[in-house]
């Protein structure tokens, strides 16, 4: 099975635990069998390949996303990469032709289009599964997933079956109701729409040269800033005849508030945390290295990671998007591509840093032109090379960097560094990338 | 007036701000007129010289305490150091005996003994002042404070007057009751009793010599770790027969927990945070670098520090200290006679600490046997001291010393550092002091 996962989102709804470069997929939350923390992006993959080991997976997201998903995938997915943000429409056909240019899949083979973030149990994957067998085989053109409503909300779209068959045709969809409304839906046996798309990559390719005018995904790609943004659902969805559902009544829940999230965690506290026996109804996530004390706390969520610290009753915690857009927070944690950095400590002519390499990853060979920069190595071994000299490193090695000059280092094993940079105007756009 | 301000406290009922170091009367949570922060210590300070500028105060404290004293008050105050914990009758022996000996203060001044975290108003240091010349008129060889109760407290001791004067003789002590037996003290005219003793310093010393077996402050001082544990109480004002005491009407407040803590605190929020307006009865203290938001929090405290993070309902609080004392917790800030240190990252073989030394001062001489350490220079101007060698240091110098190396810094101006530790056995325990 072809999958696309798509993953876009911001992540101030979960604030502090994500931000602008981490949104909430990318949360380690959840513990698998084996005990390990799992993001809701490693977990629905993992999902997947449980499902259908043969199954090929790619990830469409924007620029700067791509290096936490290469943090907790690695080489396994493909990565199909928005030049620009534009809706989920131009995303569907660029990754369609992405699938289609760079990854040889035929016009005939089915391909499912998901949300990457639904909380959802092993027989979701199994839908999923035979949503693509439906697609394949052709009985429609477009094959959805309509989730059965286990109340009536105002948050989705409904799907109204032609009939209450398991796999029935769409007689209309409707956009987000009030909660009368939904309750008339849901007697006329609605359903959610779960945002869940399969096709015949064909089928959605011919629609895509309908609508938009390119040669293929290299020019797709090249051409994809200029694009409307329009939704799938109100470029494809709406104008389709040939649609067919397929009914999922099992567990589906979507994070998107920590009201929702704190539902979905194994138990009431991640990370180091103490609740005393008067506290009810409270989660904690702790992201950070000292304990949290929680006493008398009642209907609460309370996390806690190097951007910040939450303490919100639940119902309120929906609220949180104004409060966290007027918050101008340097980020203080990020996931890269090649392992972490942490911001320890922020003055105002020093910024002091803990890198975390991961084995055989490196940074990019780069310079600054307004910051001297010192390295002193804490745990592993690895390779700098600093205007074009290489040398190894070990513990307790110290590197210092002043200004202009070019610098990078290899981690052999996992290297931990502390970095302190110096200098009156320290910002990430200082910074010039070289061929090494 | 000679003031003896007796220092004492564990400081675990106001975790995270206080902790095994940094007992609750070094906090700065106090904005002064100049909206500076003060801590109850400075604050206590400040108003004792407001109402006495002439007046002399000595701290009667634990050895672990002196840093953090001279930190916040440098040399404007005596400190007068327990070589032990010994109750408050020794130590009271010990600080009288270091006035005579080595402040020369005369048998016949009045000394004024007092806790050193009340929050009080101005009006209670003028009380101090007359209670120090009641004492020095003779009428009586103690003077105790009587603080008019504002409830009947069970926290607190009473003092039976024999008669409603402001001065009056004192008919009986009386223990912690229960409420209705404080009612009873009450309608009698009862005052809680205040911790503070004035006598003549004749006087003390003679009992002194009658209770304990020394020839002088230096004898006592050898000898101090072989004293019995014994309230001041319990030794000297329970076995007195002429006492007096002043009637104190003015604002009293005892900021032993945090439900009463907050209820001094200027106004909601010290330090960075962000209290939605659905919020109630909602205090928080961040000493942190990072915002806190609280969303629909009602009657919580949220106090956040580098040793950790409290949520808890006001009345809840009162009952932290189990918790606190389960957790072994490495101290992550403290405050030093030369500035301060900072825990930013602990790692298993490796530690980075920021470290602020104040102008003029300096570390000790000194060396480890199991670690290396680096120092990475953020700001300021200073010499360091490596292996007998004198350089000079700014910022962006980096400084390696091997294990066994004797080391020191002093700062010019102030001087932040980063120093990374780096060893397999890194405790506070391996620290060699060496003469410079």
Same mark, same amino acid.
């Given at each position: 099975m072809n999958v696309v996962l798509l993953s876009g989102g911001s992540g101030q709804r979960l604030w502090p635990l994500s931000n602008s470069i981490r949104s909430k997929q990318f949360i380690k939350m959840f513990s698998n069998e084996e005990g390990e923390l799992e993001s809701m992006l490693t977990r629905v993959y993992r999902q997947i390949m449980e499902a259908d080991p043969g199954a090929s997976v790619t990830i469409a997201t924007s620029r700067k996303q791509v290096s936490v998903i290469k943090n907790q995938l690695g080489d396994k997915v493909h990565v199909c990469v928005e030049p620009k943000r534009r809706d989920t429409f131009p995303a569907i056909c660029l990754a369609a032709a992405y699938l289609h /240019?760079?990854? $040889?899949? $035929?016009? /005939?083979s089915a391909v499912v289009v998901c949300p990457v973030d639904p909380y959802v149990e092993d027989s979701y994957f199994q839908a999923l599964k035979e949503l693509a067998r439906m697609a394949e085989a052709g009985d429609a053109n477009l094959s959805l997933l309509g989730i059965e409503p286990t109340y009536a909300s105002e948050k989705y779209g409904y799907i109204i079956p032609?009939?209450? /068959?398991?796999v029935s045709r769409v007689s209309t969809f409707q956009e987000k109701p009030d909660a009368a409304t939904a309750e008339q839906y849901i007697a006329r046996g609605a359903l959610w729409n779960g945002g869940v798309f399969a096709f015949r990559l064909g089928y959605l390719l011919r629609r895509a040269h309908e609508l938009l005018s390119f040669t293929d995904y290299q020019d797709l790609y090249t051409r994809y800033g200029d694009l409307e943004k329009i939704s799938f659902d109100y470029a494809v969805v709406e104008q389709e005849k040939e649609i067919q559902v397929l009914r999922y009544n099992g567990g589906w829940k979507d994070l998107g508030t920590w009201n929702t999230f704190t539902e979905a965690m194994a138990g009431n506290v991640l990370g180091r945390a103490v609740l005393n026996e008067t506290c009810e109804n409270t989660h904690v996530v702790n992201e950070l290295n000292v304990p949290i004390l929680c006493m008398g706390c009642k209907n609460l969520v309370v996390a806690a990671s190097s951007d910040g610290i939450l303490v919100s009753d639940k119902e309120q915690s929906s609220y949180i998007k104004p409060f966290v857009e007027q918050m101008e927070q340097q980020i203080m944690y990020a996931e890269k591509s090649w392992g972490s950095f942490t911001v320890l400590d922020v003055q105002e002519e020093s910024l002091t840093i803990k890198i975390v390499l991961l084995p055989g990853h490196g940074l990019h060979y780069h310079s600054h032109d307004l910051r001297d920069e010192v390295w002193t190595v804490m745990s592993g071994t690895g390779r700098a090379v600093i205007d074009g000299a290489e040398r190894t490193v070990k513990p307790g090695d110290v590197i210092s960097m002043p200004a202009g000059c070019r610098h990078t280092v290899f981690a052999d094993s996992e290297l931990k560094l502390i970095e302190v940079q110096l200098g009156k105007d320290i910002t990430v756009e200082d910074k010039h990338k070289h061929e090494l």
């Open positions: /240019d760079r990854q $040889g899949v $035929g016009e /005939d032609a009939s209450p /068959d398991r």
